[in-house]
Every structure is written in structure tokens, then in C-alpha cells.
T-cell receptor, first 111, second 114 residues
């Protein structure tokens, strides 16, 4: 089955700096890669996603890149703000839409 | 419209008891997913429904876990002979249908087995 690894597990950045979270996946059949933000005690919320036919996608301060050959994808947050502090999960979706999540990155933005 | 809802929000039960967790997906969403999330971990896939049928139940940990979706809308996750290791947040998500990947999560049910 699919295996998704996510790094780092924790990340502290100064407000205004950039944050990068990286994930690798194992199943070459995976074709959809969402990123979720989860605040403490709340449900995961989709912040950006990318499909396998695209190499990069950007939405304001958030961007995601995908390298299908190397089977890795990354989340980039620029000009970080304290409200970006949360746990971020990457995920890979393969056949029958089975979603495998990474183990999460706890991002702390220091004012 | 209304989002995904789950009831109860919290459930405390004794070891060995039977529990049912309910999920109400977004109206019109044909795909429904159950996940289990332990503290400090990502959501772990349990089962996926497309309409009334379970398209993939490979994530159910053992035969104490069962889920139904008899009319293709509301789903119930059933856990028999609960164990302390079943304690977790159980998340439900729905999406528009096969090929539409974005999933919308419910608030979860926090299950505590004492």
C-alpha cells in the first residue's frame, strides 16, 4: 500500500519568514495530493491541493510543488503569520480515492 | 449549505461495550470516508463508501469494526467489544463523488474507552 513520509515533524519560524514542509510517497499510481491544516481540537481543513498532471500550484502565500519522478511534493508558505501556526498534513490519493496521510508537521510562527 | 456533521461529539464507554458513531455527509455527496486519528498522528483511513456500498474497507483494523450506509447518505461506524486502544478521534469526510477528490471533514467524535 501507499506510504507517505513527512518532514520535519516540528518547525519554528519567525513571523515573515518562509516555511517549507516536504513529503514523499511510494505508490506511483497516486494522482492527487492535498494539504490540510489542523488547528488544535478542530477538523482538518484543505488549504491547497495538486493533481499529478501539474508541477506547481500557488494560492496567495501558499504554494505546492510536485515531482512525480522523485515521488515527492512540498508545501511552501511565504510571509508567515502567527495564525499560520497549526499542524499541517500532506496526503496522497491513489486508486479508489483511498487517502494516506503523512504524520504531520507542527508549525509554530513566532511573532 | 450545512457541512459534515458527526454525533456524538464525545463518547465515553467502558471496555467491552458496543458503540455507534454517526456521520451526516454534505447533501449530494456520494462518497463518504471514515478515519481514525490518534493524538499526534495523521488521520488513518478506515473505510470508503461510494453510494451505499463499501468500495474499500481495507483500513478497518479487525472484525470488531463495521460501517454501514444503507441509503447512501448517513453512515454509522459500529465498534463491538471496545478496547482501550480504540480510544481516538473518529473523523468522517465526504466528497462529491468519484473523481472529485476534495474531501470535507466533520468535527469528529472523540471516543474514550475506560
Amino acid at each position: 500500500g501507499e506510504n507517505v513520509e513527512q518532514h520535519p515533524s516540528t518547525l519554528s519560524v519567525q513571523e515573515g519568514d518562509s516555511a517549507v514542509i516536504k513529503c514523499t510517497y511510494s505508490d506511483s499510481a497516486s494522482n492527487y495530493f492535498p494539504w490540510y491544516k489542523q488547528e488544535l481540537g478542530k477538523r482538518p481543513q484543505l488549504i491547497i491541493d495538486i493533481r499529478s498532471n501539474v508541477g506547481e500550484k500557488k494560492d496567495q502565500r501558499i504554494a505546492v510543488t510536485l515531482n512525480k519522478t522523485a515521488k515527492h511534493f512540498s508545501l511552501h508558505i511565504t510571509e508567515t503569520q502567527p495564525e499560520d501556526s497549526a499542524v499541517y498534513f500532506c496526503a496522497a490519493t491513489g486508486g479508489y480515492q483511498k487517502v494516506t496521510f503523512g504524520t504531520g508537521t507542527k508549525l509554530q510562527v513566532i511573532p | 449549505g450545512a457541512g459534515v456533521s458527526q454525533t456524538p461529539s464525545n463518547k465515553v464507554t467502558e471496555k467491552g461495550k458496543y458503540v455507534e458513531l454517526r456521520c451526516d455527509p454534505i447533501s449530494g455527496h456520494t462518497a463518504l470516508y471514515w478515519y481514525r486519528q490518534s493524538l499526534g498522528q495523521g488521520p488513518e483511513f478506515l473505510i470508503y463508501f461510494q453510494g451505499t456500498g463499501a468500495a474499500d474497507d481495507s483500513g478497518l483494523p479487525n472484525d470488531r469494526f463495521f460501517a454501514v450506509r444503507p441509503e447512501g447518505s448517513v453512515s454509522t461506524l459500529k465498534i463491538q467489544r471496545t478496547e482501550r486502544g480504540d480510544s481516538a478521534v473518529y473523523l468522517c469526510a465526504s466528497s462529491f463523488g468519484q473523481g472529485a477528490y476534495e474531501q470535507y471533514f466533520g468535527p469528529g467524535t472523540r471516543l474514550t474507552v475506560t
